[in-house]
């Protein structure tokens, strides 16, 4: 059933054409009554279709959560314009008018930037205007003498504003804009910071650099955790009801440099991961522990340890995150010896440490079933009233995760398990979804063969269907509608992939399985009636 509050939104963007009106009045106008989460929920999904451009900003002439309400408020922040003083003028970004009304252009240029540029910004700003305005300055400063110098220096200016009040500047734009209101302990984090990353920025691709280039992105993710805890410090104070507007715009760029951070913490594991995969990956972690030398286990878990301090961060579990960071580093520390007790001491360090990595498993796959209890209706509600296209909505959920630090941290905990089963030697199963069913098993490269295979009637005698797939593309769909009740996968997936999410929520046993032995073992099952259970040594057994 519709609510007050979505019926409200698509009046708004509908009939009047109100954009940032509509957050006013969601999140000021309405707090003395309804449910604080959802508003914050619609305020959320709306403005990340604005920012994305899935709804346009055309001209027209005129009970409390804690975890879920700090994920909502979260995306909320990128998505809002600059609170910065020329911005709240009257007339914002006045500039365009001169250059607009320039007297050593052209006259059509003229107007293609009144028409195109001064008018939507002065009546209806939006992220799209940016991508106008780098098209005009990149045709403008094609033919270095065609314009005088001083028209194209006002429309850099220009450009530079509109990033400015867009907030899309890059990470070290956005941080040097705050370095001035920095005390000595905050500046230093933030310079270690900016020399790492430019570090990493100069760095030459090549093999030679390969473990330089591992060593400098643990180092600068470090420097980044340091740098991200002063600020989250920061901004722990409340404001006082009389502070200056100055006070309140800089606040503002703290809090975006804060989640910029964030954002290019999700960078830094992506390429760590990457870097590791080519230098061996579970593979060589094995080899290393067998030879009882877990050096080389340092540089992932201490980007585990990264990874997991930066969902603390974030508002998502901060207690759990801590406690998880803490084992993390005294495995670290405590490394391996020949023997505990009477115990071999490789089992007791790879069993220690596989308990931790299940447990920051746990975390990641509490933070995306949060999700879908917060946004899917709310986004499918949104999504049909606006016209937004059917795919965004859809995917709105994964889209959210696997952008965001969580999906790295998933991978990093799917690497290192593999690493630490094959190390104890133990069965070759990931259980990404448990449970039990029984069903006719079938191979398929994808489920998609299944579902347009005319060999099976999926609608006549066989009424649950347990599958083992060769692989699983990008846009597979578990398809659980079609009697599909387990899957078996024959490769390594991350468990918040876009099949792993899609699986948990629509309740499909899922493991994944790499061991070849255990392969042939399920291949001989083809056709045949099992029982799928993930609980035991085999979940696939003959009934």
Not at 36 to 56: D, M, V
Not at 273 to 283: D, I, K, W, Y
């Amino acid at each position: 059933m519709p609510t007050a509050r979505f019926k409200y939104i698509v009046e708004q963007v509908i009939l009047h054409g109100n954009k940032l009106e509509v957050m006013c009045e969601l999140l000021v106008g309405n707090l003395e009554s309804g449910d604080r989460l959802e508003a914050l929920i619609f305020s959320a999904i709306y403005l990340k279709w604005i920012n994305t451009g899935q709804i346009p900003c055309f001209e027209d002439g005129g009970h409390p959560r804690p975890n879920r309400e700090v994920l909502s408020i979260r995306k909320i922040h990128p998505c809002l314009p600059s609170f910065k003083a020329e911005f709240t003028a009257s007339v914002p970004l006045t500039r365009i008018r001169d250059v607009a009304h320039w007297g050593d252009i052209p006259h059509d240029l003229k107007l293609q930037i009144k028409h195109t540029i001064q008018n939507k910004l002065h009546r209806n700003a939006g992220p799209e205007d940016l991508v106008a305005t780098e098209a005009m300055l990149a045709r403008i400063t094609r033919n270095p003498e065609e314009y005088s110098e001083a028209f194209v220096e006002q429309f850099k200016i220009i450009h530079h504003e509109l990033k400015d009040f867009s907030m899309l500047g890059n990470l070290t734009e956005q941080l040097e804009s705050i370095k001035e209101s920095f005390g000595d302990r905050s500046l230093s984090a933030l310079t270690l910071f900016l020399e790492c990353k430019e570090r990493l920025d100069n760095l030459e691709e090549s093999k030679d650099a390969l473990d330089k280039s591992i060593d400098l992105l643990l180092k600068t993710a470090q420097s980044l955790n340091a740098l991200r805890e002063v600020i989250v410090k920061g901004l722990e104070s409340s404001l006082r009801n009389d502070v200056p507007d100055a006070a309140i715009a800089m606040r503002q760029k703290w809090r975006l440099c804060e989640i910029g951070l964030e954002d290019y913490s999700f960078l830094l594991l992506s390429r760590f991961l990457n870097a590791l995969e080519v230098v061996g990956g579970a593979q060589q972690l094995k080899e290393n522990a067998e030879s009882k030398n877990v050096s080389s286990w340092n540089g992932p878990l201490g980007s585990l340890f990264v990874g997991i301090r930066q969902l603390g961060l974030s508002g998502w579990k901060p207690e759990e995150c801590t406690a998880i960071g803490n084992e993390l580093l005294a495995w670290k520390e405590k490394g391996l010896s020949e023997k505990e007790g009477s115990e071999d001491g490789k089992a007791v360090w790879a069993l220690r440490l596989k308990a931790t990595l299940d447990r920051s498993r746990r975390l990641t796959e509490e933070y995306s079933e949060a999700l879908p209890q917060m946004f899917p209706q709310k986004v499918e509600m949104l999504g049909k009233a606006l016209g937004i296209p059917e795919n965004s909505v859809r995917t709105y959920n994964e889209a959210e995760i696997r952008a965001g630090v969580i999906f790295q941290v998933s991978k990093l905990c799917t690497l290192l398990l593999k690493a630490v089963r094959s190390t104890l030697g133990s069965q070759g199963w990931d259980v990404l979804v448990p449970g039990a069913a029984h069903g006719t098993l079938i191979q398929c490269y994808v489920i998609s063969q299944y579902m347009s295979s005319p060999t099976v009637d999926r609608w006549a005698v066989v009424k649950q269907i347990l599958c083992y797939l060769k692989g699983a593309p990008g846009d597979e769909v578990t398809a659980a509608g079609n009697n599909i009740k387990g899957v078996v996968l024959l490769q390594e997936l991350p468990h918040l992939s876009h099949l792993g999410v899609r699986a948990g929520q629509e309740k499909v046993i899922f493991v994944t399985c790499e061991d070849d032995d255990k392969i042939a073992d399920i291949q001989k099952l083809n056709g045949k009636c099992v029982r799928h259970n993930t609980t035991s040594n085999f979940p696939v057994k003959d009934l």
